[in-house]
């Protein structure tokens, strides 16, 4: 049961519009939170999209367009090979092959951009946001997309850091006992970091943890003219099956814009977001008078009742998995709900760039 936080009121006025829309939803899963009453231009981002928010809000006030701030706040990320759930750096998939996914949306114009299964490019945004530029085509895949992106002088670059491939190669040797990939624990000749070999078998204390992402950056934007953008950009799931695309570039999944309404964008399990179009339902449930973090609720609610197989669930029946929206209004208030605790989101305004819990839909 969730319990209400003192800074969040039930929003009842807009409950009983909502009924015939959210049929069978508990009236406490929609609240409103922090960010409903803002107004005027924000940046809002996944939690990891601090440096983000505040780089697409400083070029928004230089006057750049808002498709263009968000895509080059996402793009620290990317660059960054630290991260490793978003471009260079990213958890390759199972064959230890980097591939991204990334979509871009500009409100003012309906259109949209987007990338998945490139390889080699370590900024999708950007080739997402040239496909919206250049072409008449929404998406571009695989191969076709990285030749796009070679023609257009983005340099052709191994994505897979040190870092990445070490974490890949202990996820070969976890299958099982019987496979034949060695895990540290059954290795007795280890290399220290000179290359060095020594005798001393690894205890499993000294077994690092196995790196698995679930992790994505989205962002919104707003100006002060009412032009909103946004866009979504992932490395996927770590150790997918190659070719497995997520919700990030799928258009009204990972983000999505109408420009007389809002944004929204979506983290986390993309399958289940793909299956609940949750970016594109986040902006129609706004569009039906919820406030942006009753909206990211009702999607959240709309995913957990469509869940129906039992290795997604919990013990108490709930999804045993983490999905993360974020919302924001074309008026400029703004919000994000979590599936499970944990999740937090970014924001900029002028206040400056934060980063904000999300609040869960389950404990
Ligand atoms: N949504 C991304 C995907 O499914 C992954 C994530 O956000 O964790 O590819």
Not at 225 to 230: D, P, V
Not at 291 to 306: F, G, M, Q, S, Y
Request: net charge negative; aromatic share 6%.
């Amino acid at each position: 049961m969730n319990t209400i936080h003192r800074r969040h009121f039930i929003a009842a006025g807009s409950l009983t519009a909502l009924a015939g829309i959210t049929g069978s939803a508990a009236a406490t899963t929609y609240r409103k939170g922090p960010g409903d009453d803002h107004r005027g231009p924000v940046c809002v981002a996944s939690g990891n999209g601090v440096r983000a928010v505040a780089k697409a809000w400083d070029l928004m006030h230089e006057g750049r367009d808002t498709a263009e701030a968000v895509v080059a706040g996402v793009r620290i990320v990317e660059e960054d090979p630290n991260d490793m759930s978003v471009g260079f750096g990213g958890l390759p998939n199972e064959r230890g092959v980097v591939q991204l996914d990334a979509s871009v949306m500009h409100g003012p114009t309906h259109k949209a951009g987007a990338v998945a299964c490139l390889e080699n490019i370590k900024t999708p945004a950007s080739v997402a946001l040239e496909v919206l530029r250049r072409t008449d085509h929404v998406m571009l895949v695989g191969l076709g997309a990285k030749e796009f992106a070679i023609a257009l002088g983005f340099p052709e670059e191994n994505l897979l850091t040190e870092q990445a491939r070490q974490a890949w190669l202990r996820w070969k040797a976890s299958h099982g006992p019987d496979d034949d990939w060695l895990n540290p624990e059954q290795m007795d000749w280890q290399f220290d970091d000179q290359g060095h070999g020594t005798h001393t078998a690894l205890s499993m204390a000294d077994k690092d943890p196995i790196p698995f992402t679930t992790g994505t950056i989205h962002c919104s934007a707003l100006n002060a003219k009412g032009e909103i953008s946004a866009c979504t950009t992932t490395s996927g799931l770590s150790y997918k099956i190659p070719g497995r695309v997520g919700d990030s570039p799928i258009i009204g999944a990972g983000m999505y814009v109408d420009n007389a309404i809002g944004s929204a964008g979506a983290t986390g399990r993309g399958e289940s977001v793909i299956q609940s179009c949750g970016s594109f339902l986040a902006v129609q449930y706004m569009d039906q008078g919820m406030t942006p973090n009753e909206a990211c609720r009702a999607v959240l609610k709309r995913i957990a009742d469509r869940t129906k197989q039992k290795r997604l669930l919990n013990a108490k029946g709930e999804p045993n998995f983490q999905v993360t929206m974020y919302a924001m209004r074309k008026d400029g208030a703004y919000g994000s709900a979590t599936m499970r605790p944990g999740g937090t989101f970014a924001v900029c305004d002028d206040e400056g760039p934060r980063q904000l819990p999300s609040e869960p839909l389950f404990d």
